[in-house]
Each structure stands twice: as C-alpha cells, then as structure tokens.
C-alpha cells in the first residue's frame, strides 16, 4: 500500500505546480480589452517560461476567438498581445535581447525590412521593464501597432511588416514558447 501512495502523491504534487502557475497567471487577466472605440475579446493566456522562472503572462486578444495562427498573423484588423510582466529578471536591456531574439524567429532573420520599426518598439522598453508592468501592443487597422504601457502610450509603429512580425513573436511557426502560443490560441 506504501508503494502506491508514494508514485501518485508524486503526481498529484506534479499536477499542483503545473495548474497553480496556470491559476495565477489568469486572476489578472482582463476577460476584454477596449481600445480606438473596440472591444477585445479574450482568445487565451500563457506563461512564458525560461527554466522554472515566470517572466511573463501573455494573452491574445481578438475581435473574434480563433486557433487560425496565420491568419491572425496576416490579417490587419484589431487585435492586441497583453504581457504582463512578473520577474524581476526582466530588465530592459533583458526585454531588448528576448524581443530582439522573437523577431529574428518571427522573420526567419530577415529584419532589414522593419529594422527602424523594431528600434522604435525597442526604444519603449527604455523607460523601464519590470515586475507589475504591463504592455499592450494593439494593432488598429490603418493606424498600426499602439505600444501600450501601464495605460500609457508609447509608440505608434505604422508597418503592416512589423505587425506581422511582431504577433508572429508569438504565433509563428517559430514561436518564443510552443506552450504559450497554444494557450494564447485556447488550444
């Protein structure tokens, strides 16, 4: 009998610390987004993870739900990519690099065509990243990508190029995380 409760104690603990991060990354996480006169749904959230440490929640907003990746890529209608940060780990010149990283996956390498774009997104994280901020990057269509921080905006980036790239971070066939892309589509 000993034997047995040891192996599935040894699961459900394994199963606790794989739903409790889940659990906290959503208490925070508003069900909509409003922004330019449109609403937001919630599509899913994730954690990104390096190792066992949280850096940041991250959560897809749409005005319809989808699990269609690329077209969410490709379209250029209202959409925004929520991180809340949660590690004091994440510095701005920490963000700059994983950002940076994110782009080359997103573009295959290929960031000549939207490199001022990048260095104008870059640039925002000079203010200060850090545990409690919050960055929205919402595309409005004929607008471009609103950099959003802690209710603040920072930067308006015009390029239908860098839209695709920057969601594509996320939801490219080459995503940061594979796990968090999943979530952020609610797969």
Same mark, same amino acid.
């Given at each position: *009998?000993?034997?047995? +409760?040891? /192996?599935?104690?040894?699961?459900v603990? %394994?199963?606790l ?25 919630h ?6 993870k ?7 929640a ?5 005005t319809?739900k989808?699990?269609? $990746?690329?077209?969410i890529i490709?379209?250029?209608?209202? *959409?925004?990519?929520?991180l $809340?940060? !949660?590690?004091?780990? +994440?510095?701005?010149?920490? *963000?700059?690099? $994983? ?15 939207i490199? $001022?774009? +990048? ?5 925002t ?6 545990? %409690? ?7 409005? /269509? ?6 959003i !921080?802690?209710?603040?905006? *920072?930067?308006?980036? !015009?390029? /239908? ?12 066939k080459?995503p ?11 797969m």
């Open positions: *009998m000993k034997q047995l +409760i040891t /192996p599935l104690l040894s699961i603990l %394994g199963l610390l794989f739903v409790i991060p889940v659990t906290e990354a959503k208490e925070s996480i508003p069900p909509s987004l409003s922004y330019g006169g449109k609403t937001l749904m599509n899913g959230s994730g954690l990104r390096k190792l066992f440490i949280t850096l940041y991250g959560s897809l907003y749409l319809e989808s699990k269609d $990746a690329e077209k490709a379209d250029d209608s209202p *959409m925004a990519i929520r $809340a940060i !949660r590690s004091s780990l +994440i510095s701005p010149e920490k *963000m700059k690099e $994983a950002t940076l990283e994110g782009f080359k996956k997103s573009t295959g390498g290929n960031l000549a065509p490199q $001022a774009q +990048i260095d104008e997104l870059l640039k994280f000079d203010k200060g990243v850090g545990p %409690g901020d919050v960055y929205e990057l919402i595309n409005m /269509p004929g607008s471009g990508v609103h950099v !921080r802690n209710g603040v905006k *920072m930067a308006t980036i !015009r390029s /239908p190029a860098f839209k695709k790239a920057l969601f594509g971070i996320w939801l490219s080459t940061v995380q594979v796990s968090l892309k999943r979530q952020m589509l609610g």
